[in-house]
């Protein structure tokens, strides 16, 4: 109808990484050509739900750019509980190497 704006979401995404788990592959979130629902993404949010001391590794990574050396490097971001990162879903490579111990949960 006019005047009624019309919104679609994405459900909440919860993640849980025990001991060898992770998401070891660089990827991004969305695409801006591609054609699967979450390629309507335009930002990611990640808020940790577990303290650091609840697991070791675990950790956030990403590949910024870095002028002075003109290329992509690679930077572990710490989070502990509460943190969140916000970030462009289309342009930002990232990962999430192994846990070794304990649960790491975000959402």
């Given amino acids: 109808q006019k005047g009624e704006v019309q919104c679609e979401y994405e459900e909440t995404q919860y993640t849980v990484y025990g001991p060898a788990q992770h998401f070891k592959a660089w990827h991004q979130d969305a695409f801006a050509e591609g054609h699967d629902p979450e390629d309507a993404r335009q930002f990611t949010i990640v808020t940790m739900l577990s303290r650091r001391s609840d697991y070791t590794g675990g950790s956030f990574q990403a590949k910024l750019p870095d002028a002075a ?39």
């Fill in 69 to 107: 050396l003109k290329r992509k490097v690679i930077k572990s971001i710490p989070l502990d509980v509460g943190d969140c990162l916000v970030f462009p879903a289309k342009r930002l490579p990232h990962r999430v190497c192994p846990v070794k111990t304990g649960t790491r949960k975000t959402m």
